[in-house]
């Protein structure tokens, strides 16, 4: 089983949109069995990807719940599985972080390649140990100065897991405005900067409204509109993103194999 953490420190960066591209990409172009588990309070991902925001059974609070067996998730609109979220799902972060540890731990008895995280803004165990699952953290950026500005405490999260787990990480740039110095200026900046420029992802989404319209309509934005290159750049993104997974899977097999 394999891990994607989708993440930023601010709300409305996109962080959702990508978690559900990116489980639909797998899913799909890549054949392999995808959960996305909505971790965020405000469900979202779980609203958009079944149409359905409440659960009161079988939410990611299920797995906190030792006494309970694991959740049984449930089929999308699109082609992943989801584990719903849960409108108190805060409620865990006044546990420790060693139950959360055995809480995503659970997750293992499901029957899956891949688990895309989709998390909250906040900094908290719902942020923090999905990332200590390892696999790779993917970061929705805008350029925008408000929405950079927990890029240093994010980063730094990182380099202290990524020095006891194998955790990549890659900044994808999101809502971008074309032709905007502003934004130009920001990137330019971060694209010079040694703890974010090496991990930039040169591809740019587009700030359009193409993404929110299909995801309403439970569409990947390659499906919506085929004829919008908005859309193709989605879906390069998305391939870059689970390809390195595979690829990281790849080469600890052969580790394996050549060890064992």
């Not at 591809?203 to 859309?231: F, I, M, Q």
Request: net charge negative; hydrophobic share 40%; proline share 6%.
């Amino acid at each position: 089983m394999k891990f994607i953490t989708v993440t930023n420190q601010k709300g409305g960066v996109g962080k959702t949109a990508m978690s559900l591209h990116i489980a639909e990409y797998a899913a799909r172009a890549r054949g392999i069995r995808t959960l996305l588990v909505d971790l965020d309070g405000q469900r979202n991902a779980t609203f958009l990807a079944t149409g359905r925001a409440r659960y009161e059974a079988g939410t990611v609070l299920d797995l906190w719940d030792d006494e309970s067996p694991v959740p049984r998730p449930i089929a999308s609109r699109m082609s992943f599985d989801v584990l719903p979220g849960n409108e108190f799902a805060a409620e865990v972060e006044k546990q420790s972080e060693e139950e959360a540890q055995i809480a995503l731990h659970r997750l293992h008895s499901l029957d899956y390649d891949l688990v895309v995280f989709d998390t909250p803004p906040a900094v908290g165990a719902r942020q923090v140990v999905p990332m200590q699952q390892g696999g790779l953290l993917v970061v929705p950026l805008e350029p925008e100065i408000q929405a950079i500005q927990g890029l240093a405490g994010l980063l730094q999260i990182w380099t202290n897991i990524s020095q006891e787990i194998p955790l990549a990480l890659r900044l994808v740039v999101n809502k971008r405005i074309k032709n905007s110095t502003h934004q130009e200026a920001i990137l330019d900046t971060l694209r010079r900067s040694p703890a974010a420029g090496p991990h930039m992802l040169p591809e740019e989404l587009t700030a359009r409204t193409l993404v929110p319209n299909a995801l309403k309509d439970g569409k990947p934005v390659w499906d919506y509109d085929r004829s919008d290159p908005a859309a193709a750049m989605w879906a390069v993104v998305c391939k870059k993103l689970t390809e390195q997974v595979l690829a990281a899977d790849d080469t600890e097999t052969q580790e394996e194999t050549a060890h064992g």
